[in-house]
């Protein structure tokens, strides 16, 4: 079942995407779902980030080909840190580049994990009775203030540098999915999700001993190799099978 949240005229719902519609849902897609009985064209409705988490919680250099493209060790353990909720957006919106703050912003595709319901202390083993679903995910950063800070917080957590969409896949097995990105239609990133070194289960047993999670929000499990740069009117997009496709353009920050 794929989840997604939209726009009409009418204000923004979530619903249940079925082949070119979708149906919309009341209140929100924890739970057991409730339909309106309003159908709309896909055509008709511009979907939005799937969620708005209260955190965002993202995976450092979880493929090993990644931790040795960036010069670092393949860690023991997740490395872990935060993204702000301000810097979710949702498919076909723009990525602002601060250029007059950053001059290297990258790409960074991944597969992310939508939490479903209020948790703490999760058991790998039990870690899929937690989980709603995935989605795709683009954890943008600021390479050089990335480097230049030593912590990650301002490079990672610049307005719009967390794309996530386009909806939430609940029905996928996220142990072994192809994952790529493209940049201009030139692919740039291409693994497969049984190349993470701490899996999903295992990310939620880890992140959920630090700290509760809440439904809705999102852990992005880390990018494998291939990340490189941005530039201002480049298109990026973000494959995830059996998921879909994330795709943002690049703009100039006002």
Known sequence: MRIARFTTDEGVSFGVVEENTVAAIAAHPFGELTFTGLRYPMA???LLAPILPSKVIAIGRNYAEHAREMGGEVPDEPVIFGKPSTAVIGP???IAYPGRLSERVDYEG?????IGRLCREVPAARAGEVILGYTCANDVTARDLQRKDGQWTRAKGF???CPIGPWIETEVDPSDLA?????????????RTSLLL???PALVEYVS???TLLPGD?????TPAGVGPLEIGDEVTVSVEGIGELTNRVIARE
């Open 92 to 94: 076909g919106e723009a």
């Open 110 to 114: 991944e597969l992310a994990v939508v």
């Open 44 to 46: 008709d409705v511009r």
């Open 209 to 211: 001993q630090v700290m």
């Open 218 to 222: 999102v852990i992005l499990t880390g």
């Open 179 to 191: 994952i790529t990105t493209t940049v201009n239609g030139v692919t740039k990133q291409d693994a």
């Open 159 to 161: 307005d719009t540098f």
């Open 198 to 200: 701490h899996d999903v």
